[in-house]
């Protein structure tokens, strides 16, 4: 399993990207926080990491979003 990169945006516009590394069932999740107050679309991917397709793999898992209180 190659490192993919995670990303968020917001109307179009990345806000946070994180590039992770190899993963093995058991591991430590990797939160990413975005703020999407008045945000029409929200768009979450999963990219090659910049080092080719082949043997990449990536799961959203339990992506939620959530309001504050």
Same mark, same amino acid.
């Given at each position: 399993?190659?490192?993919? !990169?995670q990303r @968020?945006?917001?109307?179009g516009? *990345?806000?946070?990207?994180?590039?992770?590394?190899?993963?093995? /069932?058991?591991?430590?999740?990797?939160?990413?926080?975005? !703020?999407?107050? @008045?945000?029409?679309?929200?768009? *979450?991917?999963?990219?090659?990491?910049?080092?080719?397709?082949? /043997?990449?793999?990536?799961?959203?898992?339990?992506?939620?979003?959530?309001?504050?209180?």
């Open positions: 399993m190659e490192p993919v !990169e @968020g945006e917001r109307d516009e *990345l806000v946070v990207a994180a590039r992770l590394g190899r993963y093995m /069932s058991g591991d430590t999740a990797t939160h990413l926080d975005l !703020e999407v107050s @008045g945000v029409k679309r929200l768009t *979450l991917s999963t990219t090659d990491g910049g080092n080719g397709k082949n /043997s990449d793999h990536a799961d959203w898992g339990t992506a939620s979003l959530a309001c504050a209180p």
